[in-house]
């Protein structure tokens, strides 16, 4: 695997960008992870850019970052966007075999895929973020993967749509342009996500993966094998630090620090109470306060509310409860918090687990693969190999990210 191209995921959250760099192998279908950086950035909120300057400059910081560590240069960005600007739809698309040997071609199904465009009705700030195949029907014939090379007159395809506010995503290409960062591909950022974590077995056996982020946490479903229901909640684990700091009266940063170093979902069995102290908000005054206070008069009663709307979310998506026997994975930054795969578990009557990327699909340092901050954009790297069959790496004429980088800050400052 060469260094010298490289291929970057970006991952605009909650309030940080989140870049990993790493080559990805044709043959082996196999992306190798080789650095990666979070950068906290007040410009922006919940995936969406509310300060260009301010993303722009937590960008170009990233980019900075890893290309150094990563001892190359970046040769293809792959942008991951979540946020309540995206959501998604159902669509489908039929194309005929026009060919004497009526053989299903990579024309034939993209023209069936276009045909799926062309139904999914859109406002006119919106557009295509992603398509997603769910199964093509071929002449009848249901639950087809890949049909490239089958017999047929005739194909379907059933697909799942992510829809994103053009306005937004313009902003997001305006702060990545303004440092000389050049978006070439986009994916659903839960979507890259899940498909790195979850084994083939529990696609098939049904079940939910729950990104828990900052401000939002994200749902994807799959039922039978395929990718059933996608939604978020405006809802996080940033919400846990912010009741902490109204109920203490604590500031931002010494609210997180309480709840990284004290918090938990509930009060579990082996849960040990404690009296620790903090710094008021005034910066002045030290309060105490104890673990089981905490937990159970703050923690507890958010993390409820959070299992309430998912479970909301689910049952109102005809695939509930009774859909997921491959369980449900976690991952996203807040689901560090100890129980919350417990509390999971108990509220959903199934088996949770923390996910970490597959190896049969992602490899690098464990620091980085078993950080579930990154796994968001370790995912649209890996969507590099995933997303196409034909993938070759093609030659970057790009002059590096760093030096377009540092110019910009010499202008800026």
């Known amino acids: 695997m ?22 990805c192998d044709e043959e082996t279908r196999i992306s190798k992870i080789l650095s990666a950086v979070s950068i906290s950035c007040d410009g922006i909120k919940a995936g969406a850019v509310i300060n260009i300057q301010e ?6 910081k990233a980019f900075e970052e890893i290309e150094k560590v990563a001892g190359g240069q970046i040769g293809k960005v792959i942008v991951a966007l979540r946020g309540n600007f995206i959501n998604s739809r159902n669509s489908k698309g039929v194309a005929n075999i026009n060919y004497s040997n009526r053989e299903v071609t990579e024309e034939t199904v993209e023209n069936a895929l276009e045909s799926a465009r062309k139904q999914i009705r859109m406002d006119p700030d919106q557009e295509i973020l992603q398509i997603v195949p769910r199964e093509y029907i071929l002449n009848q014939q249901r639950g087809i993967q890949n049909p490239i090379g089958m017999e047929g007159t005739y194909i379907e395809v059933d697909v799942h749509a992510f829809i994103a506010s053009s306005s937004n995503i313009g ?36 079940c939910l993966v729950i990104d828990f982020g900052g401000l939002t946490t994200g749902l994807v479903h799959y039922v039978d094998g395929i990718i059933r229901h996608t939604d978020e909640i405006l809802d996080g684990s940033d919400y846990i630090t912010r009741d902490i700091g109204h109920k203490l009266r604590a500031a931002y940063s010494v609210s997180k620090e309480i709840k990284e170093k004290y918090g938990a979902a509930f009060i579990y069995t082996d849960f040990i109470n404690e009296e620790f102290e903090y710094r008021a908000a005034d910066g002045r005054n030290i309060k105490k306060c104890n673990r089981h206070e905490l937990v159970n008069t703050i923690i507890t009663p958010r993390v409820d509310r959070i299992l309430y709307e998912i479970k909301e979310l689910t049952e109102k998506s005809n695939y509930g409860d009774e859909f997921l026997s491959g369980g449900i994975i976690l991952t996203g930054g807040g689901s560090s918090l100890p129980g919350l795969a417990e509390a999971f578990e108990k509220a959903f009557n199934c088996s949770v687990r923390t996910g970490s990327p597959n190896l049969d699909k992602v490899i690098g340092r464990d620091e980085i693969l078993l950080n579930p901050s990154y796994t968001t954009a370790i995912g649209a790297v890996a969507s590099n190999l995933s997303n196409s069959r ?21 202008e800026v400052f």
């Open 2 to 23: 060469s260094k010298k191209n490289l291929v970057a995921g970006l991952d605009i959250g909650s309030n940080q960008v989140c870049c990993v760099a790493g080559v």
């Open 55 to 60: 993303a722009a400059l937590a960008i170009g």
């Open 171 to 206: 902003n997001i290409n305006k702060a990545m342009a303004s440092v000389g960062v050049n978006c070439d591909d986009r994916v659903y950022g839960y979507l890259a996500a899940s498909d790195i974590l979850i084994t083939k077995e529990e696609k098939e056996l049904s």
């Open 390 to 410: 034909f993938y070759s790496e093609k030659k970057s004429s790009k002059i590096g990210v760093v030096s377009k980088i540092s110019k910009w800050f010499e």
